[in-house]
């Protein structure tokens, strides 16, 4: 197996020096190269080609938020782990937009990091989980998604039946009310709910509600 090539981005060189001899441990990771800063990480990347660059976001020059941003531009191959020692929303989801797959602290084990770099050489997600639980919030708060309008309209007599069916009419109280043949009234609601994405009846109801098709 080929060993995941990995590029080391902090402006604080001793860290970068024990997190190349920590990574340097596992047979899986091959540390191609070392960056003091946004700007010499780019550098390096075009010129080692890295599989993955961990990423410091506070460092002069360039910082790793706008690095990371570039890096996705101009090598969308490369996957981004931000390893930083802060966690507070706006570093957080920053990176995260910038198009970094992880975000880690520097406080994270050794071993849950080569499990996080050979998991974004894979292409995975990789979240501290504090910051999975900032995330998870964050998109709690988001507003429902407007129902989408039908595909396929309903035809009228569709409607009549969407009706009668919200009110909770079986197949045959429908054909009775609508005079029409049992099975024909069948067809309609499974095309029904062909058309309304729905798997059952009451699901057929909820999101014709929601459409304002009733």
């Known amino acids: 197996m080929t060993p995941v090539r990995v590029l080391l981005v902090d402006d604080q060189a001793l860290f970068r020096e024990a997190l190349g001899t920590l990574l340097a441990t596992h047979d899986g990771i091959d540390v191609a190269g070392e ?32 690095a990371t941003r570039r890096l996705r531009l101009e090598h969308p191959s490369v996957q981004v782990i931000a390893l930083t020692t802060f966690d507070d929303d706006e570093d957080v989801f920053a990176a995260l937009r910038a198009g970094a797959v992880g975000y880690l602290l520097k406080d994270v084990s050794s071993a849950r990091l080569i499990e996080a770099v050979l998991a974004a050489a894979r292409g995975e997600s990789v979240l501290q989980p504090s910051v999975a639980a900032k995330v998870v919030a964050r998109f709690a708060q988001l507003p429902e998604p407007a129902p989408r309008a039908l595909v396929v309209p309903l035809s009228e007599r569709e409607r009549e039946v969407l009706r009668q069916l919200a009110d909770g009419r079986s197949n045959r109280e429908i054909a009775a009310k609508l005079f029409l043949a049992e099975g024909t009234v069948k067809n309609h609601v499974t095309n029904l709910l062909g058309k309304l994405g729905a798997r059952d009846r009451t699901q057929a109801a909820l999101r014709a509600r929601d459409l304002g098709l009733l």
């Open 35 to 66: 960056a003091g800063n946004g700007e010499e990480a780019l550098r390096q990347a075009a010129s080692v080609r890295p599989d993955v660059v961990l990423m410091d976001l506070r460092m002069p020059v360039l910082d790793g938020v706008a």
